[in-house]
């Protein structure tokens, strides 16, 4: 069974920097893409940046040149290192992945950032 586990959010003040840690059950090379999406109360989970096979990385316009996505294959975990964080950042974060052998969407339970002005 897969399962993601996110960790490492919590409260900044604008300008800061936090690292997000997503720890998967299964080796990370079993999935086809595995990103970070966000969502703030009353609106749409999107995506934030995501990696997939061969090394590709797509990053929503809000956040390039602050946000970097990596990927640790020998300690099955994905990482989203937030630099230069603005109050718009605040949401909960969450990890989700396609594994390659399946359509289905595999999600954390989130983690919640917070950037104060």
């Known amino acids: 069974q897969v399962q993601l586990v996110e960790s490492g959010g919590g409260l900044v003040q604008a300008g800061g920097s936090l690292r997000l840690s997503c720890a998967s059950s299964i080796s990370t090379f079993n999935f086809a893409d595995i990103g970070w999406y966000r969502q703030v109360p009353g609106k749409e989970r999107v995506s934030v940046a995501v990696t997939s096979t061969g090394g590709r990385t797509n990053y929503a316009d809000s956040v390039k040149g602050r946000f970097t996505i990596s990927r640790d294959n020998n300690k099955h975990t994905v990482y989203l290192q937030m630099n230069s964080l603005k109050p718009e950042d605040t949401a909960v974060y969450y990890c989700?992945?396609?594994?390659?052998?399946?359509?289905?969407?595999?999600w954390g339970q989130g983690t919640q950032v917070t950037v104060s002005s």
């Open positions: 989700n992945a396609h594994t390659t052998w399946d359509t289905r969407a595999y």
